[in-house]
């Protein structure tokens, strides 16, 4: 009785994440401000496509403040959605930020450079011929 188990098709791809991804992209390529266009285009959808001048990111950012905006404007539109983890990863703060901001890796202080990328599963190592215990990613043999 849920979306889960419906048989329903399960939405991967979201607009707003791809035109934030897109934008991204143009950034890196030195187009800040047909990046920051983009990032409006997605602000807009929610002010009814009627946003306030404060509202809209200014054309006039650099390349560097833009990448951090845009972080930031990732948790803003896709807050729920699981993409948080796989930014952190992309951009390479998974461990720096985990470390400094999540009360339980802080508490704990278990978080290790490592912990970017995940154990290859016991049953997939199990069932593969071509794979041994010792192929285990670094730090959880």
Do not use: H
């Not at 889960?4 to 401000?33: F, Q, V």
């Not at 403040?65 to 896709?78: C, K, P, S």
């Not at 461990?95 to 990328?117: D, M």
């Amino acid at each position: 009785n849920n979306m889960w188990n419906s048989g329903k098709d399960i939405p991967w791809l979201r607009l707003g994440n791809a035109y934030l991804l897109y934008a991204e992209c143009l950034n890196e390529l030195n187009r800040t401000a047909e990046a920051v266009d983009w990032v409006n285009d997605v602000r807009a959808r929610a002010w009814d496509f009627d946003i306030p001048d404060e509202m809209m990111w200014k054309s006039n950012m650099s390349q560097s403040q833009f990448r951090e905006e845009i972080m930031t404007e990732r948790v803003r539109e896709l807050f729920g959605e699981r993409w948080r983890r796989f930014d952190l990863v992309r951009t390479g703060k998974f461990y720096e930020l985990v470390k400094e901001r999540n009360k339980w890796a802080k508490q704990s202080g278990t978080i290790q450079p490592w912990n970017v990328i995940w154990p290859i599963p016991m049953s997939e190592i199990e069932q593969n011929l071509e794979i041994d215990f010792s192929d285990q990613n670094e730090g959880y043999i």
